[in-house]
């Protein structure tokens, strides 16, 4: 009597499946990956977005085994996600590319011999432009908020530093007394809370000092001396995210700003490269106190300083007598 093959388990990923009908459900398969990529110390935002990604690629192709998935597949989903989800180019790369490099992690566990997706390419995408505010734009954002409140002053402290030195929200939301070098005039960000998880010097000018020193002293007053982060609410606790964005919205929407600009964090990070570079910054330190692994991310700063353009238009142009 011949002896069937039964479910095998592959000691080297752990994960059982039938190997005579290369059976592996797409759920099954992603537990064993996020278990890797745990033990590798990947961070938990990262896991949450491999994991939603993985599971809307199999709903929308509409098949459970990996070994079934084909490069028409991939197709599918990129038709799925654009013309039918609206989504945009850049935004179907990222989520697709999520997916790939699972594909591509159980290839290198041998639970795979190929990834189905190696051969789709990225799409196309446009270059996005940069939204920055104007002098003029920034004057009316800032006189809308009230500093006189404990919540309006923690808001114009939030957004001067955004402004000053170029944080993200995210690091805003995040940032402990313990990360600032007063005497240094300098924010140290911890590989833990940068993008690329690296140590991150910022500097600070004397009014970003200053207003930082002065909530953190009011922080105290109001919420006791054990407080640890710089931006709290109005109940003595760390802001939680998003709520600086939302502030910031409600604020451009008081000062008629939402029709002729983007009002958002990250506006505020823009506007602060631009001026660092039209005022003499060159584009290396930039790259540093952004936190860009790669120059060429910065670099894209060097094409957005319009005023510049206009300006050196209208010198060019001013003796032209050619009159047609």
Known sequence: MRKK????????????????RKNLHYEKALDEIIRIFETENYRDRTINDYRRNWREFFKI??????????????????????????????????????????????????????????DIPKLRTDEKPIFAFSDRQLKRLFSIIDKTSVAGYRDYVAMITMLYCGLRANEI????????DFDNSVIMLPGSKNKNRKIRAVPMNRKVREELRQL?????????????????????????????????????KD???????RVSPHSLRHTFAIRYLKNGGDIRTLQMIL?????????????????????QYNKATENDDLNL
């Open 173 to 180: 939301e995040n940032l402990e007394i313990s990360d600032i």
């Open 5 to 20: 093959r039964g479910i095998v388990k592959r000691r080297e990923t752990g994960i059982k499946y039938e190997i005579s």
């Open 216 to 252: 953190i002293i009011e922080n105290q007053e109001n919420f006791g001396e054990d407080v640890t982060h710089v931006f709290l609410t109005t109940f003595g606790e760390p802001i939680h995210h998003g709520l600086i964005r939302k502030r910031m919205h409600k604020y451009g």
């Open 291 to 311: 936190g860009h692994s790669d120059i060429t991310t910065t670099q894209v700063y060097l094409r957005y300083n319009n005023d510049d353009i206009i300006e």
């Open 255 to 261: 000062a008629g700003l939402i029709d002729e600009a």
């Open 61 to 118: 192709i509409g098949k459970e085994n990996v070994f079934d998935v084909t490069r028409e597949d991939f197709r599918k989903y990129i038709r799925q996600r654009m013309q039918m989800d609206g989504l945009a180019a850049g935004t179907v790369n990222i989520r697709l590319g999520g997916v790939k490099s699972i594909f591509s992690r159980l290839v290198k566990e041998g639970i795979l011999t190929e990834n189905p997706g190696k």
